[in-house]
Every structure is written in structure tokens, then in C-alpha cells.
Nanobody
Framework: VQLQASGGGLVQAGGSLRLSCAAS????????VGWFRQAPEKEREFVAT??????RTYYSDSVKDRFTISRDSGKVYLQMDSLKPEDTAVYYC?????????????????WGQGTQVTVSS
């Protein structure tokens, strides 16, 4: 599975962006999918995850109530509202080895190339 993340860009604080994640060569319809991010000089961190059938979603505390993960027609989306400068990072989507939503990066087998999100103050 090859993953392609898109939708990043430059936005002012308080604005919104929607990231998309699509798979090529094979679908990830039976896999949980997650979003992670990495800011400069920081460790990669978990952002959100969704189970294969969308019945479970989990969020990091830092994005809860501002970000929404969803999946539809073979794509996974991350709607990001009320963006803050501290949300600035490269965002990666990843497909898990299994179908259950998980925040553990080691449980993800396939990773996309990342999309830059920059939030100005």
C-alpha cells in the first residue's frame, strides 16, 4: 500500500484545513488509519485514528474537539478547525497492520510522505 497525504498549506490561526489520505496499488479499507505529525526538532506524535469501519475514533488531547477524522469512499480525512500555531508540523497518514484504531505508531505498517501544515499567528 502506498499512501498519499494532501491538503496541507499555510493558514492563519483560527482557520481550517482538511487533509486527505488516499492509497494506491491497494486499498486500506480493512485497516485502521491514523494521522501523525512531526514539528521541527520534535518527536513524531499521534494526532488521530479511525478504525476500519469508522466505529472508533481517538484523538490526542491537544487536538480533541478541534480535529475530526473520518473515512469515506476509500479516503481518510482530517478536518482541522480552530488551528493554532502549535499545530504547525508535517502531517503523515498511516495504515495500521490491523483493523482496530490505535495511537501506537509501531502498529502502523504503511506511511505516506507527509504534507506540510503551517499556522501563522
Amino acid at each position: 500500500v502506498q499512501l498519499q497525504a494532501s491538503g496541507g498549506g499555510l493558514v492563519q490561526a483560527g482557520g481550517s484545513l482538511r487533509l486527505s489520505c488516499a492509497a494506491s496499488k491497494r486499498t486500506f479499507s480493512n485497516n485502521a488509519v491514523g494521522w501523525f505529525r512531526q514539528a521541527p526538532e520534535k518527536e513524531r506524535e499521534f494526532v488521530a485514528t479511525i478504525s476500519w469501519n469508522s466505529d472508533r475514533t481517538y484523538y490526542s488531547d491537544s487536538v480533541k474537539d478541534r480535529f475530526t477524522i473520518s473515512r469515506d469512499s476509500g479516503k481518510v480525512y482530517l478536518q482541522m478547525d480552530s488551528l493554532k500555531p502549535e499545530d504547525t508540523a508535517v502531517y503523515y497518514c498511516a495504515a495500521a497492520r490491523g483493523s482496530l484504531a490505535t495511537s501506537t505508531s509501531g502498529m502502523y505498517r504503511y506511511w505516506g510522505q507527509g504534507t506540510q501544515v503551517t499556522v501563522s499567528s
